[in-house]
C-alpha cells in the first residue's frame, strides 16, 4: 500500500480494511468504479491480483484505470507475469516501479521504455554495490 496523503496507521488499516471489503464483495459484472467517502474507488483485477487506488470526485476514472494497467505491465515485464508471490517477495521492488510511475499520486512517467530503463540502471547499481561490499569482506 502507497499513501499520498498525511494520516495515521490506525486510519490506514482502518480504510485499507474497509476498501478491501468494499471491492471483495463486489461482483465481476460491476463496474470497476465506486464512490466511497468524499472519493471514488478505482479498482483493476488480474488473475488473483487486485490493484485499488483511490482519486479525488472530480478525476478522470478511466486515467487511473490506466495508470493501473500501465503499473501492471510494467511488473510484468520486470517479474515475467508477475503474481502474488512476486509483489510479496520483491514488495520494496513493486514500490520502486511504482514510484518510477507516479510521483506524489500524479501520473511521472507513461513511457515503459523509460520506466524499465531507470529500474535496469537501479538494478545495475544495486548488482555493483552489493558485489563490491562482498569484495571487501
Same mark, same amino acid.
Given at each position: #500500500? %502507497? ?11 482502518? /480504510?485499507?480494511?474497509?476498501?478491501? @471489503?468494499? *471491492?471483495?464483495?463486489? =461482483?465481476?459484472?460491476?463496474? @470497476?468504479?465506486? $464512490?466511497?467517502?468524499?472519493?471514488? !474507488? ?9 490493484? *485499488?487506488?483511490? !482519486?479525488?470526485?472530480? /478525476? ?7 495508470? !493501473? ?10 517479474? =515475467? @507475469?508477475?503474481?502474488?508471490? /512476486?509483489?510479496?517477495? @520483491?514488495?520494496? %521492488? ?6 518510477? *510511475?507516479?510521483?506524489? =499520486?500524479?501520473?511521472?512517467? &507513461? &513511457? %515503459?521504455?523509460? *520506466?524499465?530503463?531507470?529500474? &535496469?540502471?537501479? /538494478?545495475?547499481? #544495486?548488482? $555493483? %554495490?552489493?558485489?563490491?561490499? &562482498?569484495?571487501?569482506?
Amino acid at each position: #500500500m %502507497k499513501w499520498y496523503v498525511p494520516t495515521t496507521v490506525q486510519d490506514q488499516q482502518r /480504510d485499507a480494511k474497509e476498501v478491501s @471489503n468494499l *471491492v471483495l464483495k463486489r =461482483g465481476q459484472k460491476l463496474c @470497476n468504479i465506486l $464512490e466511497w467517502r468524499e472519493q471514488k !474507488i478505482v479498482y483493476r483485477r488480474y488473475a488473483s491480483l487486485y490493484f *485499488v487506488c483511490s !482519486i479525488d470526485r472530480d /478525476d478522470n476514472e478511466l486515467i487511473a484505470l490506466e495508470t !493501473i494497467h500501465l503499473y501492471v505491465e510494467m511488473l510484468d515485464r520486470y517479474f =515475467g @507475469n508477475v503474481c502474488e508471490l /512476486d509483489v510479496i517477495f @520483491n514488495f520494496h %521492488k513493486a514500490q520502486y516501479i511504482l514510484d518510477e *510511475v507516479l510521483m506524489a =499520486g500524479e501520473l511521472q512517467e &507513461s &513511457s %515503459k521504455r523509460a *520506466v524499465l530503463r531507470a529500474i &535496469s540502471a537501479e /538494478d545495475e547499481l #544495486m548488482e $555493483e %554495490k552489493s558485489s563490491s561490499s &562482498s569484495r571487501r569482506r
